[in-house]
């Protein structure tokens, strides 16, 4: 069964065996149904259903669809009625009867927050966050030795990623408020639950980076990078994604030395490439190429080239000695936007020609349509000032179309964003004329 249809079905299920054991629970009032029906289940069924639950989910978001109006009974608030009828928690529940399906756990309300994630409306997430969260508090009495209903580090985490998310002018307060709490409920029980890890101290930083000030979203992940590298040994899921998701914090919090903090953070992972480093809990987790690409867009944003083009040639130097080093898509883009800041469009157009060889030799030959980097080409050459900038973009525009019709892609892959640069080339010419013919042609579309 597609995914699609099996997880109402599963739902379906479980909501039918539910309601059984609540009519019995009403029709024989005092009877042992706990032991005559086996409960409750296995955490395994319903953490199954969650799962599937969720990935059905993110397909769904990752159409952009991802709505109370599409999801229906399989948005996360609804499904969060269910487990809480299924732990027992419901109104209509019967609270000591023994009767719920399930134990009591975080762990499904863990699952539920991170893919209320997935909504599209950011600021209701938040608020269905907060009520999913406070219904813990709830039931636990806010007593952090209750750890089978208080909100874990999981949670808190959950939380920490939505605020940060929402972009709010409030989230990075949010952020800190909850860091704050846990750290008390850790100091009150010494519970793992509750222990610091990296995935909290990354998320506060990530929602300082989208609305605090420069200097102080800045000062900030400073702080928290020092008490990042303190769990080095402590946190056995420290990895290298952490510290790319620094370094992206450091990139988007508008400061002047931004990047080059972001850079300092890359240089000490890069210690552990050297020949015979050694491999212990203080060292940094090896760069990825995702890494380069973080610090090359830092630095392109800034429009500083030539530190975006050393740290290319440094990236395939490295790559001759590990493969896995080899400048990965990501990395070319951030080259060729980097050029494109600058104006540069010889240079922009030579890396894209340069990426398509180098997907080519790895056996992708479909690199020369990525519309994304001649996007670039098309803007460079737009800004250039270049007297003949207009006919570059139309030969480009023109390459494009044919690769196509040769390919037999039918429809125009290329989208408005394309055309636009062409629009943008003719006014910045003053050739008001074909801007005007480019505008109708683009309205007849």
Same mark, same amino acid.
């Given at each position: ?59 769904? +978001? ?20 269910? %487990? ?22 975080? $762990? ?5 927050? $991170? ?36 909100? @874990? ?44 890890? @990296?995935?909290?101290? %990354?998320?506060?930083?990530? +929602? ?46 508008? $400061? ?27 060292? /940094? ?23 975006? %083009?050393? /740290? ?67 803007? @460079? ?44 080339? $003719? %006014? ?18």
């Amino acid at each position: 069964v597609p995914l699609p249809n099996r997880v109402p079905i599963m739902w379906e299920l479980l909501d039918r065996l539910d309601r059984e054991v609540m009519m019995l629970t009403t029709s024989e009032p005092g009877a042992n149904l706990q032991r005559r029906l086996r409960l409750p289940l296995d955490y395994i069924v319903l953490r199954g259903v969650l799962l599937s639950w969720r990935d059905h989910v993110f397909a769904v +978001a990752n159409a952009g669809s991802a709505t109370k109006e599409v999801l229906g009974d399989l948005h996360p608030m609804a499904v969060l009625s269910k %487990v809480d009828r299924y732990l027992g928690f419901a109104a209509t529940s019967s609270p000591g009867s023994g009767a719920a399906l399930f134990e009591p756990s975080v $762990h499904p309300y863990s699952i539920i927050l $991170h893919t209320l994630g997935q909504m599209n409306d950011r600021q209701e997430r938040v608020q269905n966050g907060q009520e999913l969260v406070e219904g813990m508090m709830e039931r636990s009495r806010n007593n952090p030795q209750n750890v089978l209903l208080h909100p @874990s580090n999981s949670i808190v985490y959950g939380m920490m990623t939505l605020w940060a998310q929402s972009k709010l002018p409030e989230s990075s307060q949010k952020a800190e408020e909850w860091l704050e709490k846990m750290q008390t409920w850790w100091d009150q029980t010494h519970h793992e639950n509750y222990q610091l890890n @990296s995935n909290i101290l %990354v998320a506060v930083m990530e +929602a300082h980076s989208h609305v605090s000030h420069g200097t102080l979203a800045f000062d900030r992940i400073n702080e928290l990078l020092v008490e990042l590298k303190n769990l080095r040994g402590v946190d056995p899921n420290q990895d290298s994604i952490h510290y790319n998701r620094v370094c992206n914090a450091f990139a988007a919090c508008h $400061h002047p030395e931004a990047a080059d903090a972001a850079r300092a953070i890359l240089d000490e992972m890069c210690e552990s490439l050297k020949p015979n480093a050694p491999q212990s809990e203080n060292c /940094l987790p090896k760069p990825t190429t995702y890494t380069f690409s973080i610090v090359m867009s830092a630095y392109g944003r800034m429009a500083r080239i030539d530190d975006v %083009v050393k /740290l290319f040639k440094y990236l395939e130097g490295l790559s001759q000695e590990d493969p896995s080093l080899t400048p990965s898509t990501h990395c070319y883009l951030s080259l060729i936007w980097a050029y494109a800041k600058v104006n540069d469009a010889a240079n922009t157009e030579a890396a894209l020609m340069q990426m398509i060889q180098a997907k080519s030799e790895r056996g992708n030959p479909t690199g020369d349509l990525d519309t994304g980097a001649w996007n670039a080409v098309l803007q @460079s050459w737009a800004d250039s000032g270049d007297p003949n900038a207009t006919e570059n973009i139309a030969l480009i525009i023109q390459r494009l179309q044919t690769i196509c019709e040769k390919r037999g892609i039918k429809g125009d892959v290329l989208t408005a964003v394309t055309y636009n640069k062409l629009l943008r080339s $003719h %006014v910045k010419q003053r050739n008001l004329v074909e801007a005007q013919k480019t505008f109708r042609w683009m309205q007849e579309q």
